[in-house]
């Protein structure tokens, strides 16, 4: 069940909707792609890079700190190359190996991604004795790298017109862990947000890079997902949400 401030109508509704997209088994080949020299440049803001000049003549004598470099993402590759090669997916990109979803998406989906950047995903394996990557947290990677993930190519242009014939004002999307995704449009600032069935927000930070087998987003924190209990006395119970503080201001690609 999804949560009970859209209302039993609402829930199926957004239920529904998490059935209209297939997925291929096939295998996405990315150097069969046709190329081109559309992409876009994403961010990097979690590197700590620093040169100190050693054995130069008239050096200074303090580090000197330069920008973290942005990050190509071609529109014509699959999902798995570009996460691979963004810098600030690395520790995403790990998790994805780990939990095993990288194979995933090297298909042909489509899949629709919610990637995590480095310090939100750093901060999420904190949580965890040993890590969030130690085998005996293998259950809760795979939870949450599957609530990043959703069937479909959904495009922010989708979204909206999806979101706009809601009565809710609001869709949910059911991700590979099972859990719902709620996407509505925040008011005020008119701009996508995410959500589990708890009501903990998750704002967008780079919406809808197109890839060959998808779309892929960056979002400002890590959402964890939320699973419906078993109904108790007509109700049903959910588990609290953890907020996460945003990581930037967002961004967006030309689409």
Same mark, same amino acid.
């Given at each position: 069940?999804?949560?009970?401030?859209?209302?039993?109508?609402?829930?199926?509704?957004?239920?529904?909707?998490?059935?209209?997209?297939?997925?291929?088994?096939?295998?996405?080949?990315?150097?069969?792609?046709?190329?081109?020299?559309?992409?876009? =440049?994403?961010?990097?803001?979690?590197?700590?890079?620093?040169?100190?000049?050693?054995?130069?003549?008239?050096?200074?004598?303090?580090?000197?700190?330069?920008?973290?470099?942005?990050?190509?993402?071609?529109?014509?590759?699959?999902?798995?190359?570009?996460?691979?090669?963004?810098?600030?997916?690395?520790?995403?990109?790990?998790?994805?190996?780990?939990?095993?979803?990288?194979?995933?998406?090297?298909?042909?989906?489509?899949?629709?991604?919610?990637?995590?950047?480095?310090?939100? =995903?750093?901060?999420?394996?904190?949580?965890?004795?040993?890590?969030?990557?130690?085998?005996?947290?293998?259950?809760?990677?795979?939870?949450?790298?599957?609530?990043?993930?959703?069937?479909?190519?959904?495009?922010?242009?989708?979204?909206?017109?999806?979101?706009?014939?809601?009565?809710?004002?609001?869709?949910?999307?059911?991700?590979?862990?099972?859990?719902?995704?709620?996407?509505?449009?925040?008011?005020?600032?008119?701009?996508?947000?995410?959500?589990?069935?708890?009501?903990?927000?998750?704002?967008?930070?780079?919406?809808?890079?197109?890839?060959?087998?998808? =779309?892929?987003?960056?979002?400002?924190?890590?959402?964890?997902?939320?699973?419906?209990?078993?109904?108790?006395?007509?109700?049903?119970?959910?588990?609290?949400?953890?907020?996460?503080?945003?990581?930037?201001?967002?961004?967006?690609?030309?689409?």
């Amino acid at each position: 069940m999804l949560t009970g401030r859209y209302g039993a109508a609402g829930a199926m509704m957004m239920m529904a909707l998490s059935l209209g997209a297939c997925q291929s088994p096939a295998r996405q080949d990315a150097y069969k792609v046709v190329g081109s020299s559309n992409s876009f =440049m994403a961010p990097t803001v979690s590197g700590a890079r620093n040169y100190t000049p050693a054995g130069e003549k008239d050096a200074p004598n303090s580090n000197v700190a330069y920008p973290d470099p942005e990050t190509p993402i071609y529109y014509d590759r699959p999902l798995s190359e570009s996460i691979l090669s963004a810098i600030e997916l690395g520790n995403y990109s790990r998790a994805l190996q780990v939990s095993g979803y990288d194979r995933l998406l090297q298909m042909a989906g489509p899949y629709t991604v919610f990637a995590i950047p480095n310090e939100p =995903m750093k901060h999420v394996s904190e949580q965890y004795p040993g890590g969030l990557l130690d085998p005996a947290n293998a259950q809760a990677l795979k939870n949450l790298m599957g609530f990043t993930i959703v069937p479909g190519k959904w495009s922010v242009d989708r979204l909206r017109r999806v979101i706009a014939r809601m009565p809710t004002h609001a869709v949910g999307l059911r991700t590979l862990s099972g859990a719902f995704l709620t996407v509505s449009v925040e008011p005020g600032t008119n701009q996508l947000v995410l959500s589990n069935a708890a009501g903990t927000i998750n704002r967008i930070w780079v919406t809808g890079i197109p890839q060959s087998n998808g =779309m892929l987003y960056f979002t400002q924190s890590a959402l964890p997902p939320v699973f419906p209990a078993l109904p108790v006395a007509g109700q049903s119970q959910v588990a609290p949400g953890v907020k996460s503080a945003p990581l930037a201001a967002p961004a967006s690609t030309t689409h």
